[in-house]
């Protein structure tokens, strides 16, 4: 699973292994650890309440509700996108989405379990 912040903006990039493991288990999660000993852990949770977010103790809680997921992981949907209302502040917008190939191929890097490029073909580089 693959992270990317800016500012009050998180969006997540799974690969179809991680999809599935989502959806049948109703959570993953990553960690970064740093050379200090500290870990830095992301997660994605399922829920039957309402999507919310938080962090504690270095770790990050995405949660979402469960028929969201579902609905995502068994169609040709690109991700879940959630803006989270943060009282007096920019909304929290959270971004879940498929890891598609890359149109052009990179050298060192595995790509087999990403999800094929809806773009594939259709670009011109």
Known sequence: MKIRIKDNTI???LSQTEVQ???????????TVFPNGNIFVYSLVGVEEEDNARIENNIIEI??????????ATTNDEG???????PQNNDLKIAVEKDFKCL???ENEDES???DNP???KINC
Do not use: C, P, T
Not at 63 to 72: A, M, S
């Open 11 to 13: 969006r997540f990039r």
């Open 21 to 31: 493991v989502l959806l049948k288990e109703e959570q993953i999660q990553s960690q």
């Open 63 to 72: 949660q979402i509700e469960k028929n969201k997921i579902k609905h995502w």
């Open 80 to 86: 879940i996108y959630l803006n989270l209302k943060i």
């Open 104 to 106: 052009q191929e990179r």
């Open 113 to 115: 379990d990403l999800f």
């Open 119 to 121: 773009n594939e073909g």
